[in-house]
């Protein structure tokens, strides 16, 4: 199952930066997160959950990520863990963010190849974003090597598609990226995508819009979104901003 095109609200909660209401203890965390799920609920086409936010703060934080989830419900659920290992490493991974914790979607890294892959795209009905274009500026060292005439990242795309799966595929570009977005969607205009980076991180909404050029992806949007307003009247501008950037981003 792949989400609607649309706004993935990335659920990357850091109790420094909690507004007003809450306060820096782990509970609040919970708090906040299932209040960021109430606030943006219609507007989002999904939710990314960045499993290190919660995995920093030890047990309370996993329960805090166990207990977000649970209150998404039946939204579709992507689970930004960046996984990826050797066989049996990562067909425990799988059994844990697919059976366990019951997403929809995970995030991996190539870099093992096939093998490490693999077992995410075993299971039937469920999507993997494997990492291509990142937003950061680490992005140079490996990912735009050229092999041969080809950038590693476009090479990454075209290799993993080869690949025999059962469930859906598809890849993390950043939206700080637009002209190679532009140009992978020449190459690529039916791979679904997950593109990050809109906001804080530098991604302008529209002009990754073009760059997508209609292709299927879900655009996610997290500091720019969960700590916009640190008043009262947080959620109030939360709901507002995640209703405005659904419209945008719907095509």
């Known amino acids: 199952m792949i ?27 919970q708090r906040f997160g299932c209040d960021v799920v109430d606030a ?51 067909a425990a991974y799988a059994k844990a963010v697919f059976e366990d914790l019951k997403a929809d979607a995970v995030t991996v890294s190539p870099y093992m190849g096939r093998d490490s892959v693999g077992p995410f795209l075993d299971v039937p009905g469920k999507m993997v974003y494997v990492l291509a274009l990142t937003s950061n500026p680490g992005s140079h060292d490996f990912q735009r090597r050229l092999v041969g005439d080809t950038p590693l990242y476009e090479l990454v795309m075209n290799t993993v598609l080869s690949w025999p799966r059962s469930g859906d595929v598809g890849f993390v570009v950043g939206a700080t990226n637009a002209a190679e977005l532009s140009m992978l969607r020449t190459k690529f205009p039916d791979a679904p995508l997950l593109i990050p980076g809109i906001g804080t991180q530098g991604g302008d909404t529209q002009e990754t819009l073009t760059a997508n050029a209609m292709g299927p992806a879900v655009f996610n949007v997290s500091r720019g979104l969960l700590y916009a307003d640190g008043s009262e009247s947080c959620m109030e501008t939360i709901h507002r901003l995640a209703e405005t950037y659904n419209a945008q981003m719907q095509f």
């Open 3 to 29: 989400p609607r095109n649309g706004l993935c609200v990335g659920l990357d909660l850091d109790l420094e930066k909690l507004p007003a209401p809450y306060q820096k203890q782990v509970v609040d965390l």
């Open 40 to 90: 943006t609920r219609g507007a989002a086409s999904c939710y990314k959950l960045n499993l290190a936010f919660y995995e920093q703060y030890g047990r309370e934080g996993i329960d805090a990520l166990y207990a977000i989830r649970e209150h998404i419900g039946d939204a579709y659920v992507i689970a930004d863990a960046k996984r990826g290992d050797i066989g049996n490493t990562s």
